[in-house]
């Protein structure tokens, strides 16, 4: 008797805790249909947020497709992209996830690839020029920027310049494109769309530029740094569209916002081929 007894009380409460964590569930969004890629679990391909949803859920139109990795809050407007929807970037706002996956656990060399258009002249929030943000890592780091990682466009439509900002356990390191090494590359911010490919290979602690499918001819070096180790645990906000600050009614070029359109983010924890970036490039991916 007691031990029928036991079992009716376990199934009670095996119910109310079903009943419970169907309700603490409804404050997310139904999984339903976001675009998904062939990626085998455990695979390369560690995060990627194409911006196709139709919904009238802006979380999930901005869903991860990896791990249904829904963002925080996406404020921005659902546009025509390269391939199927984009998103279109907007002063003092941007998309926000908790974290990259286990990108930034897992990744010792990497590869991030993403399409964006632009119209010329990049500006601060406050209508000065400076850079504008494909992406950026939040990360109580200790590093001066408050990131660990940046990655922005600067420029105009005759020229436009490429820099990316790495920080891990052990250092950091700029990786530019620009000025300074006679290297702007013309009509990225033309107002078309364009893909560009980043690739860090731990091997030779170098980074490669591949802009529509074309790796530019100077890359850049770490020194001898190697593999990057993030301080994964410290990332506290993986912003599409913005850098770390909150400067956002300032100058502050750490605060500012991308004004054009972004798709297809994705980011892998190895160092893509040139063959495996041209598919993307051709296929629009």
């Not at 409460?13 to 339903?32: F, I, T, V």
């Not at 829904?70 to 992209?81: E, R, V």
């Not at 300074?180 to 980043?198: E, F, K, Q, R």
Request: a positive charge.
């Amino acid at each position: 008797m007691r031990i029928k007894n036991f079992q009716i009380i376990s199934k009670g409460a095996l119910a109310a805790m079903l009943l419970l964590s169907a309700c603490q569930k409804m404050n997310r969004p139904g999984l339903g249909n976001y675009p998904k890629d062939t990626n085998p679990p455990g695979g390369a391909l560690k995060f990627y947020v194409a911006f196709d949803g139709t919904t009238t859920n802006p979380l999930m139109n901005a869903v991860d497709s990896i791990r249904a990795n829904f963002a925080s809050d996406n404020p921005l407007a659902s546009i025509a992209g390269v391939n199927g929807k984009a998103v279109q970037g907007e002063n003092k706002k941007f998309i926000k996830y908790a974290k990259p996956n286990d990108w930034a656990d897992l990744s010792r060399s990497f590869t991030i690839s993403a399409w964006f258009k632009r119209n010329g002249q990049t500006k601060n929030n406050t209508g000065t020029n400076g850079p504008e943000y494909i992406m950026s890592f939040k990360a109580s780091t200790g590093h001066w920027s408050g990131s660990s990682l940046l990655v922005f466009l600067e420029g105009d439509n005759a020229a436009g310049q490429v820099k990316v900002m790495v920080a891990d356990k052990t250092g950091d390191n700029w990786f530019t494109w620009e000025n300074s090494n006679a290297s702007t590359i013309p009509g990225l911010l033309d107002n078309n769309w364009h893909h560009m490919v980043l690739t860090y290979n731990s091997s030779n602690s170098t980074m490669t530029l591949y802009i529509d499918g074309v790796a530019n001819s100077k890359t850049r070096t770490w020194g001898t740094h190697g593999a990057v180790v993030f301080d994964a645990e410290k990332i506290t906000e993986v912003r599409i569209g913005a850098g770390p600050g909150t400067g956002y009614d300032t100058d502050d070029w750490l605060s500012s916002t991308f004004k054009g359109g972004i798709d297809q983010v994705r980011m892998y924890s190895t160092v893509l081929t040139q063959a495996e970036i041209t598919a993307l490039f051709t296929g629009k991916q």
